[in-house]
């Protein structure tokens, strides 16, 4: 058996471990916020890699968050976000919401097929997909468009994966004394299962937006030559370019936008912990 | 019982949507874009309004013979020694943070954080980190392991460029891996865990020896989720370096990026090389799936 101090020099060296690992994953972090609320304008000068007194700002300042918003005009692309994230989360959850019920609850031919599909898709190449999707975009005349950003995203055999995993677990006999009752499927979907499912929704829902509100090739891609459409993740290294000499907006900016994130993270931490990759084993 | 026409036509309606998007967004991209890999088609064919026209292997030759498609599939295969190092450092990150002390909630949040950030985001960050006079420099010299007088920029460095972005795409992944792993530890019966700590193993060993072989299948999933993320790396290429310096950075699907939209719009050479990459990934799925079959862990001819 160890001895007590023996003991407690473990645990000590567990938690010291932990910290040098939790200062690797969090220290870019604390410094942007040092810098992004570091006044920049006190007379001595400040310079954000005169360390390490660039991670304790001595003046404390909002001013960079208004400079950045105001002469970068963040509050465009802050739109952008919002409007391109809005619109596939609403179109991820109602796509997959429908599909996953007749895949969990209704029998009929070709589903099978169908679901095995999707399933391949899991297993697809589709990393040069964004070839071919962006010539589809161009022909359709939704290149340069939120909808041309959103449209090939939102269904996803996750998406559906994760809801079919939910109705799945309903019990039979309740679809089975609707049915008696004369409730049509679309009655079902929307009166039964949906309510249901509201975990599985919400779960769904606050990934697709992270995911959404960090993605940056494709948009960029999608929104190749629409500058003014540009979501804050595209905008952000255009931002990084203007205010080369000015770190400290560039901080702001990237606050502004990490902090939603963050807000998001916190309130929903064990959906991110448990892992949603588990709820579609 | 036969199903009614109605529930059919229900069912079909209910999963319209889905199968469209799929099929034009998913399933098209993927059969057509092999097609264009044997094609003659460039942004002139879309202002013509010309087909593809068909060239048989023409463009893989044009590929293979490409200098730049060399050094970016040399580059993307070399991004695999991230592989490892990943899988192991979130194993035992993921061992640490199981144990059942006060506090390991803040930890495993702590360590997620990075992989909800931006990848636009970690470029501003780390590009401070990076630069000549940035913080990973200050460190070296702090520790007296560089001489100020030799420090250089290290994405700006060919011999350095390749190496910190792998940092980033490490620190953006260990925490994504560590909850996968954090799955499969729970399912290791802590009776083993205690019978060895009976046994005098300490903690390197128990590691080694348990938590390991009992982890494998976790852990070769994991391994081929990572290593087709390495070799088809992009995103932090283009906005750390963009390939440069040098091309020291430069990797395969840089190459069909670059072809495609980034400056050639020469959709078939493009696609070619995106055909031979997922060749180049399915050989790895491959490798993985042998691994995964063959040889049945040993314990169980001990036991």
Known sequence: ?281 | MKPKAATIFTAYLLLAPALVLMLVFTFYPVLYGAYLGFTKYTAANLGSNTPPTWIGLENFRTVLSDELFRIGLVNSLKYLIIVPILQIASLAVAVLVNKQLPGMAFFRAAYYIPVITSISLAAVMWDWVFTREGLLNWLLEFFKIIDPSGSFGWLLNPNTALWAIMLVTFWRGFGYYMVLYLGGLQSIPSELEEAALLDGANAWQRFWKITVPLMRPTILLCSLLSSLAAIRVLEEILVFTNGGPLNSTYTVLMYVYQKSFGLDFDYGVASAAGLLLAVVGFVLSYINFRITREDPPKREAKA
């Not at chain 1, 002469?71 to 179109?91: A, M, R």
């Not at chain 1, 190449?125 to 950003?149: A, C």
């Not at chain 1, 606050?255 to 916190?266: A, E, K, N, R």
Request: aromatic residues 12%; charged residues 10%; proline residues 5%.
């Open chain 1, 1 to 281: 058996m160890k001895t007590a101090p023996v003991k407690l020099i473990g645990v000590a060296a567990n938690y010291l471990v932990l910290s040098l690992i939790a200062l690797f994953a969090i220290f870019p972090f604390l410094w942007t916020l040092a810098i992004s609320i570091t006044d920049k304008t006190v007379a001595s000068g400040v310079s954000i890699f005169d360390f390490p007194q660039s991670l304790f700002p001595k003046a404390i300042t909002f001013n960079n968050f208004f400079e950045v918003y105001r002469v970068f005009g963040l509050e465009k692309y802050l739109l952008n976000s919002i409007i391109i994230s809005s619109l596939t989360v609403i179109g991820t959850l109602v796509v997959s919401a429908m599909a996953a019920y007749p895949l969990s609850k209704m029998t009929f031919p070709g589903r099978d097929l169908i679901f095995g599909a999707m399933l391949a898709t899991l297993v697809l190449p589709s990393e040069t997909n964004f070839i071919v999707n962006v010539l589809s975009l161009n022909k359709m005349g939704l290149l340069g468009t939120y909808w041309g950003v959103v449209i090939p995203t939102i269904a996803t055999a996750f998406g559906i994966f994760v809801m079919r995993q939910t109705y799945v677990a309903v019990p039979d006999s309740l679809l089975e004394a609707a049915r008696m009752d004369g409730a049509t499927e679309f009655q079902i979907l929307w009166r039964i299962m949906v309510p249901l499912s509201r975990p599985a929704l919400t779960a769904l829902g606050i990934f697709t937006l992270v995911n959404t509100w960090n993605s940056y090739f494709w948009p960029s891609v999608a929104l190749l030559g629409a500058d003014n459409l540009q979501p804050l993740s595209v905008a952000m290294l255009k931002l990084k370019g203007q205010f080369n000499h000015d770190s400290f907006n560039v901080a702001a900016g990237a606050m502004i936008m990490m902090i939603p994130v963050l807000v998001v993270f916190i309130a929903a931490q064990r959906l991110f912990m448990r892992g949603l990759e588990g709820a579609v084993k």
